[in-house]
């Protein structure tokens, strides 16, 4: 009961949390006190949160450790690009419209190729897991680099060559092999990120919090005695596994969505570490903590820019030490002294009006 009610509690948080940021900022951005810079790293933070929180479902409460999450996020980012530039050319202008219907077609495509490569994947476990999934990522990125996507009056066209990509009169080409998607109109907003932000929040805290997730952390905890009292393994790690991709899915588009090119190799190996050092250091299984740690290290290195050369020096510095405070076994104790005596002194108090 009091781990249900912690749980409650953080999701309240994480909630007033994003809340209030979003009218924070709002009320800044009015005022006019915001970068252009800052501005510009909105969006990604909204998406960067969305891509920790959901891996956080993976690895911090499937207990896999998976290393393809930006694979995910591109097949979702090309998917939004396309459903949102063939309904443009079909003549569909509402902005809001087409970020909803790609939104649901990405994050559908990201939970199909979630499901194509989780059934024969999760057979596996640990450092071999963990190189299967960084193949799938590579795999995906090199498939779009080989991708040519066009849209005439007859409808799209799929060809693996630019020569072969022929299009009628008034086509257009949406991806461009490693060149990937020119000419993207950009409908991602802030609005739109906190909403997707704020809907992965309550599918993941939900999801927890239920009989599937407390079966889903049975398996993490000790696999055989779940399975040992009827826990049907494959199902529910793939249950995790389809969710946490639909949701990285959902990431792309917004992310995709905000920019006028898109390219493969932004989704590559590097981006799945970084999403995974928000997860490390947010906490594995702290939703919350994955909330602030990918919005606060997406922001720190444009925040260290003015230090020029040694931007990224400082940048590891502080990566660095904050894994070392936040795996400080005397720092621990001494936080859990503070909780006991906070919680102490407010039972005096209860006792005392009580009298």
Do not use: W
Not at 8 to 17: A, C, E, I
Not at 88 to 99: A, K, P, Q
Not at 193 to 220: C, D, E, H, K
Not at 221 to 235: H, P
């Amino acid at each position: 009961m009091k781990k249900l009610n912690k749980l409650t509690k953080n999701s309240f948080l994480s909630y007033g949390v994003v809340i209030a940021f979003y009218i924070v900022m709002q009320i800044l951005i009015g005022g006019g006190m915001v970068s252009n810079s800052l501005k510009g790293q909105l969006i990604p933070i909204c998406a960067y949160v969305i891509m920790a929180v959901s891996l956080n479902l993976t690895v911090g409460i499937l207990g896999d450790l998976s290393l393809g999450h930006a694979g995910f996020m591109s097949v979702g980012a090309f998917a939004g690009v396309i459903v949102s530039t063939t309904m443009r050319f079909n003549g569909i202008e509402s902005d809001i419209v087409r970020m909803i219907v790609a939104v649901i077609v990405g994050a559908l495509v990201a939970a199909v190729f979630g499901i194509l490569i989780g059934i024969p994947v999760l057979r596996l476990k640990g450092d071999y897991l963990a190189i299967v999934t960084l193949a799938f990522g590579e795999i995906i990125k090199d498939i779009l680099n080989c991708l040519y996507i066009g849209i005439d009056e007859g409808g799209l066209h799929f060809k693996g060559s630019a020569e072969k990509l022929v299009l009628g009169e008034g086509g257009k080409v949406i991806v461009n092999g490693p060149m990937g998607a020119t000419g993207v109109n950009k409908i991602s907003t802030f609005t739109a990120g906190i909403v997707l932000v704020l809907i992965t929040l309550f599918v993941v805290y939900n999801l927890t919090n239920s009989r599937t997730g407390r079966a889903i952390m049975s398996i993490r905890d000790n696999r055989i005695a779940a399975e040992s009292v009827g826990i049907n393994i494959t199902k529910y790690k793939l249950m995790a596994f389809v969710t946490s991709a639909a949701l990285a899915g959902c990431a792309g588009v917004l992310f995709g969505l905000n920019y006028s090119t898109v390219v493969a190799s932004k989704f590559n190996f590097n981006t799945s570490i970084l999403v995974l050092v928000f997860v490390v250091l947010g906490g594995m299984g702290n939703m919350f903590g994955s909330v602030i740690a990918a919005a606060m290290l997406t922001v720190l290195p444009e925040m260290l820019r003015e230090v020029g050369d040694y931007r990224m020096l400082a940048y590891a510095l502080v990566l660095i030490l904050v894994m070392i405070i936040t795996n400080n076994d005397t720092l621990k104790t001494y936080g859990d002294l503070i909780k006991e005596k906070f919680r102490f002194g407010k039972s005096e108090r209860k006792g005392a009006e009580a009298k």
